[in-house]
Every structure is written in C-alpha cells, then in structure tokens.
C-alpha cells in the first residue's frame, strides 16, 4: 500500500492570500488526483495530475483558481490562489492502486478562510 | 457517466445492531464498487471493493456488501455494530478506462452508534 502524506495538516488563511498544499508518496506513481470536501458534503474531484504533462481539471475548476504542480513521481502541490470562505474545505490528495478505480487517501489538509 | 446514490445522510443504530447502509448505482458499462470510511479528522480509508469477482464482498471491520445487478445496489452491512464505528460512509463507483479511472462518489452517510 502507498503511504501518502500532506502538509499542512490544517491551516487558518485570510481571504485574498494563496495557500499551496503539498501532497508526497513513498513510491513513485504517474497518476495523482487532488478532491475537494466541503464542509458536510461529500468529495469532488478537482484535477488528475500526471508528471511531465498539464493538469486535467474537472468541470467547474479551472487553472487560475488551483494551479498544480508534479514536478516528479512521488510529488505534487495544489495552490488554492486568492481564497474566499467558500474555499474552505478539506484538500485531499488521492494517487490510484491497480486499474479498478481504487484510490489511496492522504489525511487531507483543513482550510478555513476567513 | 456513472453515479452513485446513498439513501440516508444520517443513520443512527444502537450498539449491537445491524448496520444497513444503502448505495444505489447507475453505469451504462459493469462498474467497479467502493465502500469507503472517513473518520473524524481523518482522510478515507477503503472498507472494501467489488471488481466483478465474487458479488459477495467481505472487507475490514466486519463489513460486508453484496453487488445486486438486477437491483443496481451495493449496500453495506455489519451484523453488529460497535461504538468504533462511527464515521462517514461514502460509496464510489468507476469503470474501466485503460488506466484512466475515476471515482465518483456519494453524498455520504454519517453513521451515529447509539450506546
């Protein structure tokens, strides 16, 4: 199984500021996913990053707003860029297991914007 | 595209009960099945999966699903409920992609043991 860490754990940010959330594996993998959980609901997929290639955003997420990066196989951040209170969320990293769909979880990254 | 329905937000049973949590999917191709649990302050861990194998599935913690095609349903139950078991369940579905798979996910369901 993969072990996948995130920093930070949580953090409290002021709106108009940028958070970046990193997201490391201890083995290498060509796919990672970035969610998001809002408070109460359940996880939306933001984007798949793959090293060596752009970002692929889901519909409703663009680029501007959370900018990625992979710049190798066991890495990856997500910036949230000029936050709001409605970007408070938990960021989750996930990087897939097999080719059935299962995914490994990171513990995530609490944002609170106020 | 594929989706996936939890009947119930909440759920609360007593200790020692049986836990019945309900997913309902919908995928024009067979899909692949998960049950995840989310503990509090916690990321997601995988209960279990059906990857067309056996239609009865057993995972960690005495869960278990059973994949019901004529139904589209893949509930998740346990015959006993502990206070350890309070979480956030979410159901997830994918398909095949050559690699290229997505989860979707439930709207999730938080389940309350009463002692």
């Known amino acids: 199984s993969a072990v996948i860490s995130q920093k930070p754990s949580r953090d409290i940010c002021q709106r108009g500021t940028s958070l970046t959330i990193q997201c490391q594996v201890d083995?290498?993998?060509?796919?990672m996913f970035w969610y998001r959980q809002q408070p109460g609901q359940s996880l939306t997929l933001i984007a798949t990053a793959n090293q060596g290639s752009e970002a692929t955003y889901e519909s409703g997420f663009v680029i501007d707003k959370f900018p990625i990066s992979r710049p190798n196989l066991t890495f990856s951040t997500l910036t949230v860029s000029n936050m709001s209170p409605e970007d408070s969320s938990i960021y989750l990293c996930s990087v897939p297991r097999g080719i059935s769909g299962e995914q490994y979880f990171g513990p995530g990254t609490r944002l609170t914007v106020t | 595209a594929q989706s996936v329905t939890q009947l119930g937000s909440h759920v609360s049973v007593s200790e020692g009960a049986l836990v019945l949590l309900r997913c309902n999917y919908s995928?024009?191709?067979?899909?692949?099945l998960f049950w995840y649990v989310q503990y509090p302050n916690q990321g997601l861990q995988l209960l279990l999966k059906y990857t067309s194998a056996a239609t009865l599935v057993k995972g960690i913690n005495g869960f278990e699903a059973e994949f019901k095609k004529s139904e589209t349903s893949f509930h998740l139950t346990k015959p006993s409920a502990h206070m350890r078991d309070a979480a956030e369940y979410f159901c997830a579905v994918s398909v095949s992609n050559f690699g290229n798979e997505k989860l979707t996910f439930g709207t999730g369901t938080r389940l309350t043991i009463i002692p």
């Open positions: 995928s024009s191709v067979p899909p692949y």
């Open positions: 083995s290498q993998v060509t796919m």
